[in-house]
């Protein structure tokens, strides 16, 4: 499924992280190794993510994706039981050890497409967390993956970029200077990322991750019936 951008969801997102390679890589930006700008925002994200994740009952939680498990030290402190998921088995490899790490030994991971969560995990949680897969999928998946979260568990903690004319032209001056991607994956407008987080949901709060440098908002969520 290709966006009016040229942003091809299936290849750049679902297959993309399956290679070994890009999951070292991926693993690397944002480990103690990566650039200050990578390391700020994981920072960052882990904050926000845990002030929100504290603000409901958190005994059980879903990551999904996990990735490479970016949000174990989030996890650990909170005292967290996590089933830890991603649609990239090289990716959930790294993350075993990044658990591991952080003092989480009873974690269990999982192969999981995010749109197919009720169809694979016969179970429910206090909360499930998206972080970074929800700002690079076409609207439609958007609503759905959100739904799925939502069908198991009681409050939804999701990310997404939110797109707004100071980021476009912020993006336009840094394509020009620096070069590199100017395509505008799949962000969405303030109004419409409202509408989407909305439906079948209400907004209980949501955090900016890093004002100006990143487009990035982290949402918690209630299912509403
Ligand atoms: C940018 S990484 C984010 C990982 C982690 N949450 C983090 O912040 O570091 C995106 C992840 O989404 C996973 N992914 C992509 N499409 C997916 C899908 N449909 N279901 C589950 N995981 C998916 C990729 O394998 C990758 O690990």
Redesign the pocket.
């Known amino acids: 499924m290709e966006d009016e951008n040229g942003f091809e969801y299936s290849s750049e ?2 297959e ?3 290679s070994d390679n890009v ?1 070292t890589k ?1 693993h690397e930006a ?1 480990s103690d190794d990566g650039s200050w700008r990578h390391k700020l925002i ?1 920072k960052r ?1 882990r904050n926000a993510i845990e002030t929100l994740l504290r603000k409901v009952p958190h005994e059980t939680v879903l ?6 498990g ?2 174990a030290p989030v996890f650990a402190d909170a005292g967290s039981d996590v089933l830890a ?4 088995e090289n ?1 959930l490899q790294i993350a075993e050890t990044e658990y591991e790490r952080a003092g989480i030994s009873d974690a269990r991971f999982q192969v ?4 197919e969560i009720t169809e694979t995990i016969d179970e429910s949680f206090d909360v499930a967390v ?4 929800l700002h ?2 076409p609207t439609e998946v958007k609503r759905n ?1 959100l739904t799925e979260l939502g069908r198991v568990a009681d409050y939804v903690i999701a990310s997404t970029a939110i797109e707004t004319q100071f980021h476009s032209f912020r993006r336009d001056v840094r394509q020009s200077v620096l070069g590199g991607d100017e395509r505008d994956h799949c962000y969405e407008s303030p109004e419409t990322t409202q509408e989407i987080f909305s439906d079948g949901f209400e907004i209980i709060s949501s955090k900016r991750v890093l004002p100006v440098l990143s487009q990035e908002r982290v949402y918690l969520l209630q299912p509403v019936e």
């Open positions: 997102m679902k993309y992280y399956k999951a991926y944002f994981a994200e990551d999904i994706p996990t990735g490479t970016k949000l998921c991603d649609i990239s990716m999981c497409d995010a749109e998206s972080l970074r897969l690079r999928v993956i």
